[in-house]
């Protein structure tokens, strides 16, 4: 355990884990997300900037929350934020379905699952090695 000083209020705290705010202002932001996220749901079509002004969040932080998978935005929403790897528009994560199928893919082949079982060699029974006749 460490002590640090919170980012937002500038008090110190003894840090465990977690964001480096100390627990009353952890608190404040979790309830401004339940706000937040209530707000969109309300307001389906809003754009960042808007949402960031109306409910005094800022934009960075909407963001961070839509990277965790705990604000999602509807399909015809005009919110979105790009995929880590490729760019694409993307409603919520990180990552779009076409770059987490292929970081899945790549973890498997890295692990070894994707492989195909070779087949095992045919095991020698003791009449295997008997003389044979041909009849004519």
């Known amino acids: ?50 949402l960031s002004e109306d409910m ?12 965790e998978e705990r604000l999602k935005f509807s399909d015809d929403s005009p919110i979105g934020i790009p995929c880590e790897m490729c760019g694409k528009t993307i409603k919520t994560g990180r990552f779009c379905n076409s770059c987490k199928q292929n970081l899945t893919d790549g973890l498997r082949d890295a692990a070894g699952l994707n492989r195909k079982k070779e087949p095992e060699p045919r095991k020698k029974r003791a009449t295997d090695n008997r003389m044979r006749f041909l009849d004519n």
């Not at 884990?17 to 749901?41: A, H, M, S, T």
């Not at 005094?56 to 990277?67: F, G, M, P, T």
Request: proline fraction near 5%.
């Open 56 to 67: 005094d969040v800022s934009a960075l932080q909407i963001k961070r929350w839509v990277r």
């Open 1 to 50: 355990m460490e002590v640090m000083t919170c980012k937002h209020c500038g008090k110190l705290f003894n840090y465990i884990r977690g964001p480096r705010i100390c627990p009353v202002c952890n608190k404040k932001l979790e309830e401004k997300f339940v706000e937040v996220k209530k707000y969109v749901r309300e307001n389906p079509d809003i754009d960042i900037k808007t």
